[in-house]
């Protein structure tokens, strides 16, 4: 169960954030803020506490916090973001996490390694790594080193098509997980119960489970259906602003 979430304000430049789909057009600051706002109702639906940092102008994709550090129940690790206009975003994560961690359990991926914390999905103690374009093989080994050093373990897994690995495949426990394109076969995942996801609503693969409650995006009523049909309370949101710069769900928060 997750007791605390923590959110940064989208900022005036996220027209300027990165895109592999430009077709989407830009960002509308202004419904950015609202959508934003609609997601951290959502979050307090699910019986947390929401930490809200301010914007940084500086850094278009700020407003995906969950790229800067993974929250594990055992130790903090400040990542090391693999896109260069990201990379210091990480600089003004660490002081908020102070507050819920001692220094002693924060740790840090250090270069050469890189690591996004969207290629990272933990499932129990357990925490699957994507090696994308963002987080590297040095990265990879590192975190998995921190993990083991706590009692946790983790294991790489390759990506070839998308962004990050959550992009495509989520966990919503009691080992159900949602998966699309090319993650349907991955042989990691064998043994989940598989809640496949078609190539028309692909980008809802990216939904996020918040003690019992899953929160998907607006729009996609096929996989909404089957995360109904197997007992879960749903929330949507809509993020269509976010997805203009290869954001979801899950990139707005660190949950813990």
């Not at 929250?71 to 690790?77: F, G, P, R, V, Y």
């Not at 933990?122 to 987080?135: A, L, Q, W």
Request: proline residues 4%.
């Amino acid at each position: 169960m997750f007791k605390n979430t923590i959110v940064r304000k989208p900022s005036k430049t996220i027209c300027n954030g990165i895109t592999s789909s430009p077709e989407l057009g830009q960002p509308n600051y202004e419904l950015a803020l609202k959508q934003h706002l609609a997601y951290i109702n959502a979050l307090k639906l699910c019986g947390v506490n929401v930490i809200e940092l301010e914007a940084l102008d500086e850094f278009p994709d700020s407003c995906f916090v969950e790229d800067t550090a993974v929250l594990t129940k055992k130790c903090a690790i400040i990542s090391n973001p693999g896109a260069q206009s990201r990379n210091k975003e990480i600089e003004y994560i660490v002081s908020t996490i102070e507050q819920f961690y001692p220094k002693n359990k924060i740790e840090y991926i250090k270069f050469p390694g890189t690591l996004d914390g969207g290629d990272v999905m933990m499932v129990g103690d357990h925490f699957y790594i994507g090696k994308s374009e963002r987080t590297n093989k040095e990265g990879i080994n590192q975190f998995i080193s921190i993990l083991n050093k706590y009692g946790l373990s983790g294991s790489e897994v390759t990506l070839d098509k998308v962004l990050h690995l959550k992009t495509g495949i989520n966990y919503i426990e009691n080992n159900n997980i949602l998966v699309s394109g090319e993650f349907i076969e991955k042989k990691e995942f064998q043994n989940f119960n598989k809640i496949i996801i078609q190539d028309d609503e692909a980008y809802a693969a990216n939904c996020i489970w918040i003690n019992d409650s899953v929160i998907i995006p607006f729009g996609y009523p096929q996989i909404e259906k089957a995360i109904l049909d197997l007992g879960y309370k749903t929330i949507t949101v809509d993020t269509s602003e976010f997805k203009k710069i290869d954001g979801g769900l899950s990139c707005l928060s660190l949950r813990f």
